[in-house]
């Protein structure tokens, strides 16, 4: 049986400030998949998430979802439809309690009792933000920041969650307790498009992987064949 195609990217281009940063790219991510984007930074990675999620205009090309065109659909209606992100720094509401912040995440929502059954939910895969709950987001650490905005993308309830590089910027510890998170997520029946710098730790969960370099796609395929790929491990992991 064919597995249903949920985001499919063709022909993608990105510019802005006189900078083509996507120059034609090409992916797709199929029901029940983890795909992991790889690349250094500035290989339009970033640029290319925002492209799909309505926060960067398209040069050319087409983003489809669930078979159709969403090409300059803004982010409010692509969370409607079940596409969310995470976006790169995170982007919490700094002056919101971790719950008022989940809260958030649900605002598409009108299910009272299903989304406090969410929240629950969120905090068992978070224990540290049901400790936390009434404090301010701003004064948490980067870690525990991440968890809350990985949280509050989950309770808009997505059929495909797009990660933008969650591991930057925090210790090992937390980079291992991330990535866990992630493999629950998606082992949840959640869709997940993994954008990282992390090649290793990206490819080690994936079923498949794309590496981007200077805004086009260069290599595609099975992510532990990937992982195993001399050129792949000469160029991202060191070796």
């Known amino acids: ?11 993608l281009q990105v510019a802005y ?14 029901e029940g998949e983890l795909v992991s984007l790889i690349g250094s930074n500035g290989a339009g990675k970033t640029t290319t998430m925002k492209a799909i999620t309505g926060t960067l205009p398209i040069k050319a090309g087409d983003i489809e979802y669930l078979g159709k065109s969403i090409k300059g659909q803004g982010p409010w209606d692509l969370v409607k439809q079940g596409l969310a992100m995470v976006p790169e720094g ?16 649900a605002y598409i929502r009108d299910d009272k009792a299903e989304i406090l059954a969410d929240i629950e939910k969120v905090f068992t895969i978070f224990p540290r933000l049901k400790e936390r709950r009434d404090q301010l987001a701003g004064t948490m650490s980067g ?6 905005a990985m949280g509050r993308a989950l309770m808009s309830r997505p ?6 590089e969650p591991s930057m910027g925090l210790s ?8 866990e998170v992630v493999k629950d997520v998606y082992a949840q029946g959640v869709t997940v498009l993994l954008v ?9 969960i994936a079923n498949r992987g794309y590496v981007m370099e200077s805004g086009i ?10 992982l195993n790929d001399p050129k792949v491990r000469a160029a991202y992991l060191g070796e």
Not at 94 to 102: P, Q
Not at 159 to 164: A, F, G, T
């Open 1 to 11: 049986m064919t597995t249903k195609t949920l985001l499919k990217v063709t022909g």
């Open 17 to 30: 400030g006189g900078i083509q940063a996507v120059k034609g790219v090409d992916f797709e991510v199929r």
């Open 90 to 105: 995170r982007g919490v509401f700094t002056r919101m309690t971790i719950l008022e912040n989940l809260q958030m995440g």
């Open 143 to 148: 870690g525990e920041q991440q968890m809350l």
């Open 159 to 164: 059929k495909v969650l797009l990660l933008d």
């Open 172 to 179: 090992p510890i937390m980079v291992d307790k991330i990535f």
């Open 196 to 204: 990282e710098q992390n090649a290793s730790r990206a490819l080690g």
């Open 217 to 226: 796609v260069t290599m595609s395929g099975d992510a532990k064949e990937m």
